[in-house]
């Protein structure tokens, strides 16, 4: 065969499918594939809802015309996904960056839904919609490249569930129109989603290509009036502060970040996701760092006389960083994180460790020295920003054989600042645990297990009263408190050594979503650690509160772990109402499917169920009236005479084989008769006591169905 | 494979032991499984690659449901085949060499299924646990078992499996051969014109009278009497000699075409005989010996020249 009539073998159009519930689960399959990009925001709201008009219409007119499929109309649609296709190729042309999927991702969606609405105009046979399906699949994946939460999901359970119904119609169509049985349906189901959750659970999570640009986007930003200001809240322009106490233990003060760290005020925090990062790695989430303890409140000083404490970093995006002094390059590696931000909060540019290039949408940046970074403007919800950091990890005995020498003396003295007549106890606590330490890293190891051993971790403390110390009050004091007071004490004890340490405020990972790979970070992932000081590395996290995973959780541990948590949180008591109400709507409808649909076939089922009652066995292959000849004999001489069994019987047989239907009143005399047969049945069995040794027999085909 | 005398296809007698076990089925095999496979496998690559330049886990997540169903569609007709039961419910006792023969066939669940022995077209069993399969036989014998093709893809149509049953026939399947032309015509009485190669003897039955001479006449027949009698020329009528049926031998030499092909020409013959009301008797050799007996039916001789092998040189008569 030619080229050419292989081509033309392979476009001929097949036989017209007449399958209505194939169609319609094609059509919603991609009607929903089509809601799916909408919920994503790739399609507006007018756009979403004529394509869903015109794909269901043009699935109608479809049908409609299966048998004589419109010559003409081919060329219009051919001539009409051509107009989409160059429509697509300006718009990409005009808006789209080089290489940045995502300015693609938007006219993607809209050009494979321009073609599927042109392409529901011309589905007359089955190939034509298996088309269509595998068109959706498309649209669904154009849904899912922008998709950051979990709301996609319910559009994905949807489409795949119509998805199997109409493969499963396909198939069905493809033998002939066998009919499709729920459990066939749900078995499959069952395969399919095994298999799926296998494969989710065995790949590796998706990592995004270093070769594209990163996303970034602005969402209600506004300029901030005063240069490197923090500002946040629920406007995202106002400026940050430390919240006010409240109650005997402070709670509701602390609601954000802020530019003084107090100690003595405990945040309220929620589960809200405040933002969600995709990461190479899991890490702290770095927002702020502090250098200057007061006793109670951590606050950020010029490391440098008069010096500024913000300074505008250079042109971008991307915002080039410059590498602290001290940290060898060849030591860490590139570490890139994107943050999409979910709530509007504070201007801080979050990272992780050393970051080096920050691609943010906007034309200025503010850094500080000790490399907390703050937007010029506002971040609202929706934001997008990326950063790339130099991430180092060195392992314990490279950290032992390096000291925490090699910062400048201001840095030094920055970093090592305490009021040291408030903290002689605490310095001789310090160098008591860290006696017989060779190597600063293993003081900063020996004073986490000290801390791990002595102290005990709660939010519900005392207030502290003002002019109180924290760091005295919990090491020598109540031993009890949470992230602030347990990494504090063990930085002011660090820099009682001599060891360069700060603390860092910001989040942990969060929990790991497999399916969006992203780590929902909640509000109360808030987080304090300490950071300390090493030649060649830069700074290092310990926490001294909880332990931080050093690798990303397989994707099945996470979606185990997720699955127990939602499961913990379902409503039990509505589903479990749900669930018996829809067992005995089943248990109803399988009762109604099994009752005798004619008169022949209840007075059957009576007739044997006598027979059982009176202990015969039932033979399949033995004819009604045979069966009730027994019956009648076994009866025989057994209690009060009562109706004939075989005139039953026959009756029942003439009814099923047509030769006579007795009227209506004929009819509920013989059923009283046969219920009547069964209790008596019942009655000589309870007399004789004795089971018959044929025990339940098989039913027996009844002769409503000759 | 082709029915023998003997009954089973040729060739599948030796695969019962064979291959294909005591189950006299054979092992699921896909049909055509190129392209859904090396299609299954360029949407998932695609796919990956979407995941893997878009970063998104929710692509990597449609996908892995993509997988899930191309693998249930791949893998799980070959099961549905495996688990599929058929049995022929009833079958005709008599067919011809290129005529449909019908076979009803009962199935467990839906299916593609085809007549392999003798081939057959496709049918769709719907939601029909009865259905009928034709097939049409390309050469005579007798057939105790048919092969048929059972094919499902369920439950999403990607990929068709197939697996071929042995099933025995309700009733052994007489493969008659094609009716060809007649030999010997001429051994028809009253259809005798003359122009026939071969004469049957003069003498042949009892005179009944005379008549008026037509061509073809032997000169031998002339009642010079009657003729002079009558002045125009009159031949002798004979009885047929309806007592003494005439043998039709069909020794089958010669090549499998040829031994067909005398078949063919055979039950012509004998047909053409039988329609004459001559009667018959048929020479033929069987697997028993060499078999001579009267027919009486032209689908009675067409279950003998099924049954027929050829005659050896030796063979005595039965």
């Not at chain 1, 839904?113 to 959706?136: C, E, K, Y």
């Not at chain 1, 198939?171 to 002939?176: F, H, K, L, R, T």
């Not at chain 1, 000083?301 to 602290?324: C, D, E, H, M, Y």
């Not at chain 1, 066995?617 to 045979?626: C, F, I, K, N, V």
Request: glycine share 10%; aromatic share 8%; proline share 8%.
């Amino acid at each position: 065969m030619s080229l050419v009539g292989a081509v033309k073998a392979a476009n001929r159009p097949g036989p017209a499918e007449h399958s209505i519930l194939f169609r319609v689960a094609a059509t919603l399959c991609v009607v929903v594939a089509i809601a799916a990009c909408w919920s994503e925001g790739e399609l507006n709201t007018t756009f979403t809802v004529a394509s869903i008009i015109l794909v269901i219409a043009g699935n109608v007119f479809s049908y409609w015309r299966r048998e004589q499929p419109l010559p003409w109309l081919k060329l219009l649609l051919a001539l009409a996904v051509v107009v989409s296709f160059f429509w697509f190729f300006v718009s990409i042309t005009k808006r789209s960056t080089f290489g940045n999927l995502s300015t693609v991702e938007g006219p993607l969606a809209v050009l494979f839904t321009l073609i599927q609405v042109t392409h529901a105009f011309d589905v007359p046979s089955r190939r034509d919609l298996g088309f269509s399906m595998a068109g959706s699949a498309t649209l669904m994946a154009a849904a899912a490249a922008q998709a950051v939460d979990s709301t996609l999901g319910l559009y994905v359970i949807v489409w795949a569930a119509i998805g199997l119904v109409g493969m499963m119609a396909m198939w069905s169509s493809m033998v002939g129109g066998a009919r499709l049985r729920g459990r066939t349906v749900g078995l499959t189901a069952v395969a399919v989603l095994v298999l799926g959750g296998l494969i989710v659970a065995l790949l590796p999570a998706p990592r995004a290509s270093s070769t594209i640009v990163f996303p970034t986007s602005l969402a209600g930003d506004v300029e901030l009036p005063s240069q490197g200001s923090l500002a946040g809240g629920s406007s995202g322009t106002q400026p940050l502060a430390p919240g006010s106490s409240a109650g005997p233990t402070r709670v509701g003060g602390f609601l954000g970040f802020a530019g003084p760290l107090d100690t003595a005020i405990r945040g309220s925090l929620g589960n809200q996701v405040v933002f969600r990062v995709r990461a190479d790695r899991p890490t702290f989430w770095l927002a702020e760092t502090f250098n200057a303890w007061d006793g109670q409140s951590w606050s950020q000083t010029p490391l440098r006389k008069n010096g500024p404490l913000f300074q505008s970093v250079g042109q971008g995006p991307p915002f080039q960083i410059p590498l602290a002094q001290g940290v060898d390059p060849r030591a860490t590696v590139p570490d890139i994180q994107t943050f999409y931000v979910a709530v509007t909060g504070a201007n801080l540019i979050l990272h992780a460790a050393e970051p080096t290039e920050v691609w943010f949408p906007a034309s200025s940046l503010y850094l500080a020295p000790d490399d907390t970074m703050r937007a010029g403007t506002s971040l609202g919800s929706g934001s997008v920003y990326t950063v790339q950091s130099n991430v180092a990890t060195p392992s314990p005995a490279e950290l032992r054989s390096t000291t925490s020498g090699g910062l400048f003396n201001a840095e030094y003295s920055a970093y090592t600042q305490i009021p040291l007549h408030r903290y002689a106890r605490v310095a001789a606590l310090a160098r008591r645990i860290t006696a017989n330490q060779p190597n600063d890293y293993d003081k900063v190891v020996a004073l986490e297990a000290w801390i791990g051993e002595h102290t005990k971790y709660t939010t519900n403390i005392p207030a502290l009263k003002r002019g109180q110390d924290t760091v005295n009050d919990f090491l020598f004091g109540t031993r009890r408190g949470y992230c602030e007071q347990i990494s504090t004490s063990l930085a002011v004890m660090l820099r009682s050594l001599g060891i360069p340490a700060r603390e860092a405020v910001g989040y942990v990972p969060g929990p790991y979503n497999p399916l969006t790979d992203l780590y929902d970070v909640q509000a109360r992932d808030a987080h304090a650690w300490v950071q300390v000081w090493f030649a060649k590395y830069g700074w290092q996290s310990f926490d001294p509160t909880a332990f931080v995973p050093t690798a990303n959780p397989t994707p099945a541990s996470a979606l185990a772990h997720d699955a127990w948590d939602a499961l913990r949180k379902l409503p039990l008591v509505p589903i479990a109402v749900i669930l018996g109400l829809l067992l005995a709507a089943s248990v109803l409808v399988h009762a109604w499917r099994r009752q005798p649909k004619t008169w022949a076939a209840a007075m059957t089922r009576q007739l044997e169920r006598a027979s059982r009652s009176a202990g015969l066995a039932l033979d399949p292959t033995e004819p009604l009236s045979a069966l009730a000849f027994r019956l009648d004999t076994h009866l025989a001489g057994r209690g009060p005479p009562g109706p004939s069994a075989l005139d039953l019987a026959l009756a029942a047989e003439r009814a099923a084989y047509g030769v006579a239907e007795p009227d209506a009143t004929t009819k509920r005399y013989l059923s009283k008769q046969a219920r009547g047969l069964r209790r008596r049945a019942r009655q000589s069995r309870a007399g004789r006591s004795v089971r018959s040794a044929g025990g339940r027999a098989p039913p027996r085909s009844s002769p409503a169905q000759p | 494979m082709s029915p023998t005398a003997r009954g089973e296809p040729q060739g599948l007698a030796d695969e019962l032991a064979g291959p294909w076990g005591k189950r006299h089925e054979s092992r699921p095999r896909p049909r055509h499984a190129a392209g859904p496979v090396l299609g299954s496998i360029l949407t998932l690559g695609a796919w990956g690659a979407i995941a893997h330049n878009s970063g998104a886990g929710w692509v990597q997540a449609l996908g892995a449901i993509l997988a899930g169903f191309l693998a249930v569609g791949l893998v799980v007709p070959a099961f549905a085949v495996r688990l599929a039961r058929c049995h022929v419910v009833n079958s005709p006792t008599d067919g011809t060499v290129g005529e449909p023969v019908a076979v009803e066939l009962a199935v467990s669940r839906p299916l593609r299924v085809r007549l392999l022995v003798p081939p057959g077209p496709e049918t769709v069993t719907g939601n029909r646990s009865v259905c009928l399969i034709e097939g049409r036989s390309e050469h005579r014998g007798v057939m105790t078992h048919c092969v048929v093709v059972v094919a499902s893809a369920a439950p999403f149509g990607l990929l068709w499996w197939s697996k071929k049953v042995l099933l025995p026939l309700s009733h052994p399947l007489h493969v008659a051969p094609r009716r060809g032309e007649p030999d010997d015509v001429n051994l028809v009485q009253g259809r005798s014109a003359g122009e026939d190669r071969r004469r049957v003897s003069a003498r042949v039955g009892e005179p009944r009278g005379v008549r008026q001479y037509r061509p073809g006449d032997l000169r031998h027949w002339v009642h010079w009497p009657a003729t002079a009698h009558t002045g125009s020329l009159m031949v002798r009528e004979m009885e047929q000699p309806t007592s003494r049926p005439v043998t039709v031998r069909v020794p089958l030499s010669g090549g499998h075409e040829a031994a067909e092909r005398q078949a063919e020409r055979a039950l012509g013959t004998v047909s053409e005989l039988l329609a004459a009301g001559q009667g018959v008797i048929l020479l033929t050799g069987e697997p028993g010996g060499v078999v001579s007996e009267r027919v009486d039916s032209a689908q009675q001789a067409g279950r003998r020249l099924a049954r027929a092998v050829p005659i050896p040189a030796d063979a005595g008569l039965r």
